[in-house]
Protein backbone atom coordinates (compact mmCIF):
# COMPACT_ATOMS: atom_id res chain seq x y z
CA UNK A 1 0.00 0.00 0.00
CA UNK A 2 2.91 2.25 -0.67
CA UNK A 3 2.29 5.65 -2.79
CA UNK A 4 4.00 4.70 -6.05
CA UNK A 5 3.89 8.57 -7.19
CA UNK A 6 6.21 9.16 -4.20
CA UNK A 7 9.63 8.58 -3.43
CA UNK A 8 10.58 6.30 -0.33
CA UNK A 9 11.71 9.35 1.51
CA UNK A 10 8.42 11.16 1.22
CA UNK A 11 6.63 7.89 1.55
CA UNK A 12 8.14 7.29 5.10
CA UNK A 13 7.64 11.35 5.26
CA UNK A 14 4.00 11.37 4.62
CA UNK A 15 2.40 10.79 8.35
CA UNK A 16 4.86 12.64 9.84
CA UNK A 17 3.74 15.23 7.17
CA UNK A 18 0.12 15.57 8.13
CA UNK A 19 1.17 16.36 11.89
CA UNK A 20 2.93 19.12 10.66
CA UNK A 21 6.02 18.54 12.09
CA UNK A 22 8.84 20.84 10.64
CA UNK A 23 11.60 19.74 7.87
CA UNK A 24 14.25 19.09 10.64
CA UNK A 25 12.20 16.71 12.98
CA UNK A 26 10.81 15.07 9.49
CA UNK A 27 14.31 14.85 7.91
CA UNK A 28 15.61 13.18 11.27
CA UNK A 29 12.88 11.01 12.28
CA UNK A 30 12.86 9.58 8.52
CA UNK A 31 16.56 8.51 8.40
CA UNK A 32 16.22 7.26 11.66
CA UNK A 33 13.23 4.85 10.40
CA UNK A 34 15.12 4.15 7.15
CA UNK A 35 18.35 3.59 9.18
CA UNK A 36 16.07 0.95 11.23
CA UNK A 37 14.68 -0.97 8.19
CA UNK A 38 18.63 -0.97 6.35
CA UNK A 39 17.64 1.36 3.89
CA UNK A 40 20.07 4.11 4.26
CA UNK A 41 20.59 5.52 1.16
CA UNK A 42 17.35 4.89 -0.70
CA UNK A 43 15.74 7.93 0.25
CA UNK A 44 15.74 9.22 -3.09
CA UNK A 45 14.43 6.04 -4.37
CA UNK A 46 11.17 5.49 -6.45
CA UNK A 47 8.72 2.71 -5.44
CA UNK A 48 8.90 1.12 -8.43
CA UNK A 49 13.06 0.67 -8.43
CA UNK A 50 12.73 -1.32 -5.40
CA UNK A 51 12.39 -5.10 -4.85
CA UNK A 52 9.65 -6.52 -3.35
CA UNK A 53 11.17 -6.90 0.10
CA UNK A 54 12.65 -3.32 -0.11
CA UNK A 55 9.41 -2.03 -0.51
CA UNK A 56 8.20 -4.00 2.14
CA UNK A 57 10.58 -2.79 4.99
CA UNK A 58 9.49 0.93 3.43
CA UNK A 59 6.38 -0.14 4.63
CA UNK A 60 7.44 -1.10 8.17
CA UNK A 61 9.65 2.00 8.03
CA UNK A 62 6.60 4.27 6.82
CA UNK A 63 4.48 2.86 10.06
CA UNK A 64 7.22 3.18 12.71
CA UNK A 65 8.38 6.67 11.99
CA UNK A 66 4.89 7.13 14.05
CA UNK A 67 5.78 6.32 17.06
CA UNK A 68 2.20 4.43 17.27
CA UNK A 69 1.11 3.26 20.70
CA UNK A 70 -0.31 -0.34 18.63
CA UNK A 71 1.41 -1.38 15.71
CA UNK A 72 -0.07 -4.21 13.42
CA UNK A 73 2.66 -6.16 11.79
CA UNK A 74 0.28 -8.86 9.11
CA UNK A 75 3.41 -11.37 7.50
CA UNK A 76 5.43 -8.27 7.05
CA UNK A 77 8.92 -10.29 6.47
CA UNK A 78 7.31 -12.99 3.96
CA UNK A 79 8.96 -11.34 0.85
CA UNK A 80 11.91 -11.17 2.00
CA UNK A 81 14.94 -13.51 1.74
CA UNK A 82 15.67 -16.43 4.16
CA UNK A 83 19.04 -14.53 5.36
CA UNK A 84 17.31 -10.77 5.69
CA UNK A 85 14.41 -12.50 7.36
CA UNK A 86 16.62 -13.60 10.25
CA UNK A 87 18.28 -10.61 10.19
CA UNK A 88 15.29 -8.37 10.22
CA UNK A 89 13.52 -10.56 12.80
CA UNK A 90 16.60 -9.34 15.70
CA UNK A 91 15.73 -5.55 13.86
CA UNK A 92 12.33 -5.89 14.83
CA UNK A 93 12.37 -6.84 18.27
CA UNK A 94 14.93 -5.10 19.34
CA UNK A 95 12.87 -2.06 17.71
CA UNK A 96 9.97 -3.24 19.81
CA UNK A 97 12.31 -2.62 22.66
CA UNK A 98 13.65 0.23 21.93
CA UNK A 99 10.43 1.72 21.32
CA UNK A 100 8.53 0.24 23.84
CA UNK A 101 5.32 -0.21 22.02
CA UNK A 102 3.02 -3.35 21.40
CA UNK A 103 3.71 -5.43 18.10
CA UNK A 104 0.71 -7.36 16.98
CA UNK A 105 2.54 -9.65 14.60
CA UNK A 106 0.72 -12.18 12.88
CA UNK A 107 2.19 -14.54 11.01
CA UNK A 108 2.05 -18.18 9.64
CA UNK A 109 5.91 -18.75 10.02
CA UNK A 110 5.86 -20.93 13.76
CA UNK A 111 9.59 -20.61 14.33
CA UNK A 112 9.55 -16.72 13.66
CA UNK A 113 6.43 -16.69 16.25
CA UNK A 114 8.33 -18.53 18.88
CA UNK A 115 11.64 -16.03 17.77
CA UNK A 116 9.81 -12.63 18.70
CA UNK A 117 6.66 -13.15 20.14
CA UNK A 118 6.13 -12.23 24.26
CA UNK A 119 2.84 -14.23 24.32
CA UNK A 120 1.38 -16.19 20.97
CA UNK A 121 -2.55 -17.14 20.28
CA UNK A 122 -2.68 -19.90 17.94
CA UNK A 123 -5.76 -19.34 16.19
CA UNK A 124 -7.43 -21.66 13.97
CA UNK A 125 -11.20 -21.45 12.24
CA UNK A 126 -11.17 -17.68 13.97
CA UNK A 127 -10.72 -19.61 17.58
CA UNK A 128 -7.95 -19.34 19.95
CA UNK A 129 -6.36 -22.85 20.65
CA UNK A 130 -4.10 -22.05 23.03
CA UNK A 131 -1.89 -18.83 24.31
CA UNK A 132 1.06 -18.40 26.44
CA UNK A 133 4.41 -17.64 26.08
CA UNK A 134 6.78 -19.37 23.07
CA UNK A 135 8.15 -21.98 25.73
CA UNK A 136 4.47 -22.69 27.37
CA UNK A 137 2.81 -22.84 23.54
CA UNK A 138 6.03 -25.06 22.57
CA UNK A 139 6.19 -27.21 25.71
CA UNK A 140 3.11 -27.92 27.12
CA UNK A 141 0.70 -27.82 23.86
CA UNK A 142 -2.91 -28.22 25.10
CA UNK A 143 -4.34 -30.40 22.01
CA UNK A 144 -3.45 -32.65 18.51
CA UNK A 145 -3.86 -29.15 16.33
CA UNK A 146 -1.31 -26.97 18.98
CA UNK A 147 1.67 -29.47 19.05
CA UNK A 148 1.73 -30.44 15.00
CA UNK A 149 1.02 -26.66 13.74
CA UNK A 150 3.86 -25.10 16.42
CA UNK A 151 7.14 -27.26 15.73
CA UNK A 152 7.56 -30.59 14.44
CA UNK A 153 6.22 -33.16 16.85
CA UNK A 154 5.83 -36.88 16.80
CA UNK A 155 2.22 -37.75 17.59
CA UNK A 156 1.98 -41.08 19.40
CA UNK A 157 -1.55 -42.75 20.90
CA UNK A 158 -1.73 -44.30 24.14
CA UNK A 159 -2.98 -44.23 27.68
CA UNK A 160 -2.79 -42.68 30.66
CA UNK A 161 -2.23 -45.34 33.05
CA UNK A 162 -1.92 -43.36 36.24
CA UNK A 163 -0.60 -39.97 37.70
CA UNK A 164 3.39 -40.06 36.21
CA UNK A 165 2.63 -42.95 34.12
CA UNK A 166 1.71 -43.41 30.35
CA UNK A 167 1.34 -46.28 28.06
CA UNK A 168 1.97 -45.89 24.50
CA UNK A 169 3.65 -48.39 21.55
CA UNK A 170 3.26 -51.18 23.76
CA UNK A 171 5.17 -49.88 27.14
CA UNK A 172 4.81 -48.09 30.05
CA UNK A 173 6.63 -45.36 30.36
CA UNK A 174 7.26 -42.39 33.06
CA UNK A 175 6.47 -39.48 32.55
CA UNK A 176 6.11 -35.86 34.26
CA UNK A 177 2.00 -35.26 33.47
CA UNK A 178 -1.00 -35.93 35.99
CA UNK A 179 -4.23 -34.92 36.68
CA UNK A 180 -6.33 -37.09 34.29
CA UNK A 181 -8.54 -40.46 34.72
CA UNK A 182 -7.00 -43.70 34.84
CA UNK A 183 -6.49 -45.68 31.52
CA UNK A 184 -7.88 -42.32 29.68
CA UNK A 185 -7.25 -42.68 25.93
CA UNK A 186 -4.30 -39.97 25.52
CA UNK A 187 -1.79 -38.14 23.02
CA UNK A 188 1.43 -38.53 23.46
CA UNK A 189 3.81 -35.68 22.31
CA UNK A 190 7.57 -36.42 21.34
CA UNK A 191 9.69 -32.97 19.91
CA UNK A 192 12.57 -34.60 17.49
CA UNK A 193 14.79 -32.93 18.84
CA UNK A 194 14.39 -34.41 22.73
CA UNK A 195 15.19 -38.13 21.01
CA UNK A 196 18.35 -39.77 21.28
CA UNK A 197 19.84 -42.65 18.58
CA UNK A 198 21.25 -45.68 20.71
CA UNK A 199 22.51 -49.15 19.35
CA UNK A 200 19.23 -51.58 18.36
CA UNK A 201 17.99 -52.80 21.67
CA UNK A 202 19.60 -50.63 24.22
CA UNK A 203 17.15 -47.80 23.66
CA UNK A 204 13.31 -47.28 25.02
CA UNK A 205 12.04 -48.12 21.15
CA UNK A 206 13.59 -49.83 18.24
CA UNK A 207 12.76 -47.78 15.02
CA UNK A 208 13.86 -48.67 11.45
CA UNK A 209 15.68 -45.63 9.34
CA UNK A 210 13.82 -45.46 6.15
CA UNK A 211 14.71 -41.77 4.52
CA UNK A 212 17.32 -39.34 6.00
CA UNK A 213 17.82 -35.48 5.49
CA UNK A 214 21.17 -33.50 5.89
CA UNK A 215 19.52 -29.95 7.64
CA UNK A 216 23.30 -28.36 8.01
CA UNK A 217 23.09 -28.34 11.26
CA UNK A 218 21.24 -31.59 12.20
CA UNK A 219 20.16 -35.07 10.08
CA UNK A 220 16.45 -35.22 9.60
CA UNK A 221 15.65 -38.82 9.96
CA UNK A 222 12.50 -40.60 9.47
CA UNK A 223 12.44 -44.37 10.71
CA UNK A 224 9.26 -46.54 11.60
CA UNK A 225 9.07 -49.11 14.66
CA UNK A 226 6.93 -52.64 15.13
CA UNK A 227 3.70 -50.87 15.19
CA UNK A 228 3.84 -48.63 12.15
CA UNK A 229 4.61 -45.43 14.00
CA UNK A 230 6.38 -42.91 11.86
CA UNK A 231 9.53 -41.32 14.07
CA UNK A 232 11.13 -37.90 13.25
CA UNK A 233 14.47 -37.75 14.96
CA UNK A 234 16.69 -34.83 15.13
CA UNK A 235 20.42 -35.58 15.30
CA UNK A 236 23.70 -34.17 14.90
CA UNK A 237 25.25 -38.01 13.82
CA UNK A 238 24.08 -39.83 10.55
CA UNK A 239 22.26 -43.19 10.45
CA UNK A 240 22.07 -45.60 7.88
CA UNK A 241 18.58 -46.17 5.50
CA UNK A 242 17.58 -49.67 6.72
CA UNK A 243 19.16 -49.89 9.94
CA UNK A 244 17.73 -50.79 12.96
CA UNK A 245 18.42 -48.20 15.62
CA UNK A 246 17.28 -47.31 19.57
CA UNK A 247 15.74 -44.15 20.85
CA UNK A 248 15.74 -43.04 24.11
CA UNK A 249 14.65 -40.05 25.80
CA UNK A 250 13.92 -38.84 29.23
CA UNK A 251 10.21 -38.64 31.11
CA UNK A 252 10.27 -34.55 31.31
CA UNK A 253 10.32 -34.98 27.10
CA UNK A 254 7.34 -37.03 27.20
CA UNK A 255 3.85 -34.47 26.75
CA UNK A 256 1.01 -36.09 27.28
CA UNK A 257 -2.65 -34.53 25.96
CA UNK A 258 -5.78 -35.23 26.48
CA UNK A 259 -7.84 -35.74 23.16
CA UNK A 260 -9.34 -32.33 22.02
CA UNK A 261 -8.30 -31.04 24.98
CA UNK A 262 -9.42 -27.21 24.96
CA UNK A 263 -7.35 -24.32 26.95
CA UNK A 264 -9.81 -24.00 29.02
CA UNK A 265 -10.24 -27.63 29.99
CA UNK A 266 -6.15 -27.66 30.33
CA UNK A 267 -5.82 -24.71 32.72
CA UNK A 268 -8.66 -26.06 34.90
CA UNK A 269 -7.22 -29.89 34.90
CA UNK A 270 -3.82 -28.31 35.97
CA UNK A 271 -5.75 -25.87 38.98
CA UNK A 272 -7.26 -29.29 40.10
CA UNK A 273 -4.15 -31.13 40.48
CA UNK A 274 -2.36 -28.29 41.88
CA UNK A 275 -5.10 -27.85 44.28
CA UNK A 276 -5.18 -31.41 45.85
Not at 64 to 78: A, N, R, T
Not at 122 to 150: L, R
Not at 245 to 254: K, N, Q, R, S, W
Amino acid sequence: ALFPHLNVFDNVAFGLRLRRMSKQDIQTKVEDALKMVRLQGYADREISELSGGQQQRVAIARAIVLEPQVLLLDEPLSALDAKLRKDMQYELRELQERLGITFLFVTHDQEEALALSDEIFVINDGEVQQSGTPVDIYDEPVNHFVADFIGESNIIQGHMIKDFLVEFNGKRFECADAGMRPNEPVEVVLRPEDLDITPANSGKVNVEVDTQLFRGDYYEIVGYDDLKNEWLIHSTNPAKDGETVGLTFDPEDIHVMRLNESEEDFDARLETYEGE
